[in-house]
Nanobody, 116 residues
Framework: QLQLVESGGGLVQPGGSLRLSCVANGASMKNYAIGWFRQAPGKEREGIGCISRRDDTTVYADSVKGRFTISTDNAKNTMYLQMSSLKPEDTAVYYC?????????WGQGTQVTVSS
């Protein structure tokens, strides 16, 4: 059974940086499209970036482009979300995902709070 375990959330000041990790247990991440969503209080879940396995391209939402970077370490079966120049509006619960066809697997979510 594929399971995603996230870590790395926390409180950070505006302008700061944070790195989230997501470890995939039970399957190789290389076989799946991967990425991150987030959900702020009272708002719908927002896709912020993903890596397509079809052509290994990475796309980002306009709201995070140039500030956030998705990367992977295949040896550790782990994906990362490096966030910099954080803003209060980046405050949300962040979720990693893997998808293959109609199957989507989610991490448990990790809270990121950007506040002074």
């Amino acid at each position: 059974q594929l399971q995603l375990v996230e870590s790395g959330g926390g409180l950070v000041q505006p302008g700061g940086s944070l790195r989230l990790s997501c470890v995939a247990n039970g399957a190789s991440m290389k076989n799946y499209a991967i990425g991150w969503f987030r959900q702020a209080p009272g708002k719908e879940r927002e896709g912020i970036g993903c890596i397509s396995r079809r052509d290994d391209t990475t796309v980002y939402a306009d709201s995070v482009k140039g500030r956030f970077t998705i990367s992977t370490d295949n040896a550790k079966n782990t994906m990362y979300l490096q966030m910099s120049s954080l803003k209060p509006e980046d405050t949300a619960v962040y979720y990693c995902f893997l998808s293959q066809g109609s199957h989507v697997y989610w991490g448990q979510g990790t809270q990121v709070t950007v506040s002074s």
